[in-house]
């Protein structure tokens, strides 16, 4: 028995999906998806037909849509999931809305806060289920660690330290040691720099934590196109706490992250992101490591997403406790912010927006 729809509500023993691009991401994503049970993809649609039908074979996907409006049409879809680069994140993710669908939008979920305030405005006025695809938020190692933090296990946070970069030389675009101007990461037109792509990882940590900051420093290099190659951030809080952030696509960094409070510390290895393990060091005490439960499927698996995705739709819920909009929308102001600070702006950004407040 297929998904019934009521407003944002999904009733039904599968809950049915859209798969909105065809490129990386999406195949990544609609793998995780066909390993869950009661989730069934419906649909995928892509800006040219070709792409859309060698999706549809390669996954065994019914309708392959050459243009993204008939996705969006489309009455059988319960939510569509939007993996296109960011830079289209706003037109995709709207039209969808727009047509009545619900929405899981890849990260970072639109190039600027003005364009993330439009999204949730709408899906607000519409009823309709909003999520950025921050996997992250939705690991259950992840969760632990946030339990931990809140329940005071380290005592008052005081920093956080994150960092994530790749060497964007050794990817396998590259050209004589680096990548070529057109590449989505060095082209501006496609919300390009380390910042966006890479930085929103440190950022959306650092805010998990401690919510949204109260001020923000930043340093970037930039690259003859005017997008960020490396960007080391400084966020502060009234509280005291402050978090040192550095994203780089010019260099692979350690990748890790550590939360320090008044009465212990908690260091996560690689891939602080989607980790496996993290140790808890409490004043007085010996290490503790948390692993993650192999019953939780693979690492870093993008079906904690999906699950909480339709988890929302089935309470009614428009939007997810776990990646609240709210917090989407904070998010973007930080990266607003730090952009500002060392000079990145993309086509048809005014040269200084004036501050988005939370809707």
Known sequence: MGAVRVGARVTGQR???????????????????LDLPDAEI???????????????????IGRAYGDWARLARDEDVDVVYVATPHAAHRAAAGLCL????????????TLNAREAQELVALARERGSFLMEAMWMYCNPLVRRLKALVDDGAIGEVRSVQADFGLAGHLLPEARDGALPPSHRLRDPAQGGGALLDLGVYPVSFAQLLLGEPADVTARAVLSEEGVDLQTGALL????????????????GTANTASVTGSAGRI???YGFFHPDRFVLHRDGREPEEFAADP??????????????VMRSLRAGETESPLVPLDGTLAVMRTLDAIRDRVGVRYPGEARRERPVTPV
């Open 98 to 109: 727009e047509a009545g669908r619900n929405v899981l939008c890849e990260k970072p979920f």
């Open 295 to 308: 019953a939780d499927g693979p690492r870093g698996g993008l079906h904690h997403e999906a699950r909480e």
């Open 42 to 60: 419906v649909a995928v649609a892509s800006r040219g037909e070709a792409s859309a039908k060698a999706f549809a074979e390669r996954f065994g």
């Open 15 to 33: 809950v049915r999906w859209g798969i909105l691009a065809t490129g990386g991401m999406a195949a990544r994503f609609t793998a995780d998806l």
């Open 236 to 251: 502060s809080w009234e509280s005291g706490a402050l978090a040192s952030l550095h994203c780089s696509i010019v260099g």
């Open 267 to 269: 260091d996560v290895p």
